[in-house]
């Protein structure tokens, strides 16, 4: 024997590991997130430059401080935090007061990460419920909406444009080809370009980070309410598609892993069913904005769906509901000291 | 004759590196080792009582355990010579009876000798197991009910996990053997159909039995790449869409699976009166100088199997008697090839590094790899918060160990570990 073998380490296996981690998953969210900002920075100038980063900066800190104060092992390596604090920004206009990005950002991180478990368990998308929550109690300050271009120039978002319980598209909307590629909107800095977001989407699907199915059915069950309810009015329920953070959040907020079921299934009914409230709170309750409520709501009811999804196991009759498993998720408040 | 393909639709499971760098290779004889070290439970169940004593003069194939019980096996010399110590001893981490016999190389073969002349009889006379890992006695697997009738007999060709090639070099080299024990087993239990179940990647081989399956009853089904579709449960999944149900046999749905080298033993049992004695065995891994697929008498130390493929080229950190996914550790190179031994694998420390724990991103990458439908990170999670009731409810129990969970983690959670143990407490509060 020309080596000495000493046979040491786990018995079990499986002794091979898959090559790739969390953090890979997550690097990829932010090569996707990427292409929006290229649009803010273009549409917006630099100053959504320095909004982003700022804000990925505070939440990194927040993270960090408050894994520190509770004694919990410290990761904001993992780069959650990062993709929280950029995709804050990112659904905020840049006429937005700085001090509107850190107060959302307290929210995402410490109020709804953190005392909501911390990663993995909290219950709500962060950056959706800070956005939520911004727009209920700051409203004025991050819904100034202004026009691209060097002159500060007040504008209105599409979505408002089109808005009031209308059926028919009104004068004021832009074309369809200009919501697309974002060019001349108002709005949050990187929602306006729809262009870019399907490219991020693109990407995030080619890498599998994604299923391509829940953005798709977001989008198609929101785009067929409307169309029904418009009584097919294909132009009326495009504009619609195209407006407002819709697609940004059918790529970026009902794909997080976190909040959303675990099973494919599970993911379509929630991708369905964000589709389908989004439009339920844009004709109904004339609330632009309205997918980060539906998120919110869909998030609460994951745990349900997650219950009436489970994968039936080999072998055993019939589909079994479990009770609610997720302990750890329950715990999220005692768990944070 | 244009052989009928079967494709069937995807199951859960992952992609794994295949690693077949010994497919070309031919089997090749291993000269007998000096001494053997037969352990007495290679099987699932109970071990076999010792019929010898130190100082008997033994040949190949003459009885050394006998079968002790339904759910047991014989076990048989695989050298002639001398009985010289028998003692408890650690094989595959279990502590086993073993009986060590001194070669005296004069290769004297004992034939089986079986009054009854049933298939069913002669299997468990020459002590065949499955040999594909799980070591489940055969001879159960061939003694349906008298009200079931078998319809189909799959043979299980699948090799799954990664570097294993022993099962496709006899279905190249032994095709003919092969064919007549396939023959021979549908014509005793007058069974109308045998699907050989194998990968789609194994085109050597699938093109090899194009050309020598004539027999119509005998056909292939081609599997995906999937890991991990070799196991029982599973191929009787892919190949008849359907299921066992829980706590059911293949037979009780009518269907007999045997392995590749469990058919091939069968055919010397019932045509040469050979007990099984010799297995063909993959040495392969990137610390091997070069991986060979070696015929081996059972209980020949694992060093000489590496021996015979030029030692190590590097210090390997693991040598595992099995695959990398559900192969165990071998603790030291003393340990015999048992019958269900299919591959010695070496691992680098590169290759068999684990990395730290993460904490969950719930990507569900867990749950969609789950060969059987489990949700392991619920599982686990049951298991740290020490809540049994809810992990058996998860359907703990019927996790099939295949590793699939734990390798696909982006966040490295050991989630097998956690459902091993969270099995071993509740079979124990269950008594």
Request: proline residues 5%; positive net charge; aromatic residues 6%.
């Amino acid at each position: 024997m020309s080596t000495k073998y000493l046979g040491k380490g786990t018995i079990n296996g499986p002794h091979i590991r898959n090559d790739w981690t969390s953090q890979w998953k997550m690097k990829q969210v932010l090569i996707a997130l990427i292409f929006p900002t290229i649009g803010a920075i273009y549409f917006f100038g630099w100053r959504s430059l320095v909004m982003i980063i700022t804000s990925i900066l505070t939440c990194v800190l927040l993270e960090g401080v408050i894994q520190k104060a509770s004694k919990q092992p410290i990761t904001v390596n993992d780069l959650t935090a990062v993709i929280t604090g950029w995709l804050l920004a990112l659904t905020l206009p840049t006429s937005a007061p700085l001090w509107t990005v850190l107060v959302g950002d307290f929210i995402a991180i410490v109020l709804v990460k953190h005392l909501g478990g911390g990663l993995g368990r909290n219950w709500i998308n962060p950056a959706v419920a800070a956005r939520v929550l911004l727009k209920l109690f700051f409203s004025p300050w991050i819904t100034n909406w202004i026009a691209p271009g060097p002159d500060v120039i007040t504008t209105v978002t599409p979505l408002v444009a089109l808005g009031h319980f209308s059926r028919e598209i009104s004068a004021t909307t832009p074309e369809w080809w200009k919501l697309f590629l974002g060019i001349d909107l108002g709005g949050p800095m990187g929602e306006t370009s729809k262009l870019l977001l399907l490219i991020a989407g693109g990407y995030l699907i080619v890498r599998k980070i994604i299923h391509p199915f829940v953005p798709l059915l977001t989008l198609s069950s929101f785009y067929l309410a409307i169309l029904i309810y418009s009584g097919f009015n294909f132009s009326f329920a495009t504009a619609h598609l195209l407006s407002g953070a819709l697609i940004m959040a059918a790529v970026f907020m009902v794909t997080d892993y976190t909040t959303s079921p675990a099973t494919d299934k599970g993911k379509y009914y929630f991708a369905i069913g964000c589709g389908l409230l989004c439009a339920v709170l844009r004709i109904v309750l004339d609330l632009p904005g309205g997918i980060g409520v539906a998120i919110v709501v869909m998030n609460l009811a994951v745990p349900f769906i997650d219950q009436w999804t489970m994968h039936r196991v080999y072998g055993e009759k019939e589909f079994k509901i479990t009770p609610i498993i997720d302990k750890e998720n329950r715990k999220g408040l005692s768990s944070f000291k | 004759m244009k052989m009928k393909l079967i494709v069937k639709k995807r199951l859960n499971g992952v992609y794994l590196d295949k690693n077949k760098h010994t497919a070309q290779q031919a089997i090749e004889k291993l000269t007998p080792p000096k001494k053997i070290i037969l352990p007495m439970s290679m099987h699932l169940g109970k071990p076999a009582k010792v019929v010898v004593e130190v100082g008997d003069k033994v040949a190949i194939g003459t009885l050394i355990g006998e079968k002790d019980g339904p759910i047991s096996a014989n076990v048989h010399s695989s050298v002639a010579g001398v009985v010289i110590k028998i003692e408890n001893r650690m094989v595959n981490h279990r502590s086993t009876k073993v009986v060590i016999i001194e070669n005296d190389f004069s290769d004297r073969m004992e034939l089986l000798r079986t009054k009854n002349k049933d298939l069913h009889n002669i299997v468990a006379n020459a002590g065949i197991i499955g040999m594909g890992g799980a070591g489940f006695p055969t001879d159960i697997k061939l003694l349906p009910k008298e009200e079931q009738k078998i319809h189909t007999l799959i043979i299980n060709a699948a090799e799954c996990e990664p570097s294993i090639t022993s099962d496709r070099r006899l279905l190249i080299e032994d095709t003919e053997q092969m064919i007549k024990s396939i023959q021979m087993i549908l014509d005793t239990y007058q069974i109308s159909k045998a699907r050989i179940a194998i990968e789609k990647s194994s085109v050597q081989v699938i093109e090899h039995l194009h050309k020598h399956l004539i027999d119509p009853r005998i056909q292939l089904h081609i599997l995906g790449d999937l890991y991990p579709q070799g196991a029982e449960k599973l191929v009787i999944k892919h190949v008849l869409s359907q299921e066992i149900p829980k706590g059911k046999l293949p037979f009780d749905v009518g269907v007999i699976t045997l392995n590749v080298a469990t058919i091939h033993s069968i055919f010397s049992a019932a045509l040469k009166q050979v007990a099984s004695f010799e297995r063909v065995v993959t040495v392969s891994g990137t610390p091997i100088k070069e991986g060979k697929n070696l015929r081996v008498r059972i209980g020949t130390p694992v060093e000489e199997l590496i021996d015979a493929c030029g030692g190590f080229v590097s210090s390997p950190l693991k040598v595992l008697n099995g695959g990398p996914m559900m192969g165990k550790l071998i603790q030291s190179l003393d340990e015999p090839v048992t019958k269900t031994t299919n591959l010695i694998l070496a691992l680098s420390a590169a290759e068999a590094m684990i990395p730290k724990e993460q904490k969950c991103i719930k990507c569900s990458e867990c749950v969609n790899a789950c060969p059987i439908g489990l949700h392991p990170i619920l599982i686990s999670q049951a298991y740290r918060h020490q809540d049994l009731q809810t992990a058996e409810q998860l359907g703990a129990l019927n996790c099939l160990e295949c590793g699939a969970c734990s390798f696909i983690c982006p966040s490295k959670i050991d989630l097998l570990k956690d459902i091993r143990a969270v099995k071993n407490q509740i079979m124990e509060a269950k008594g």
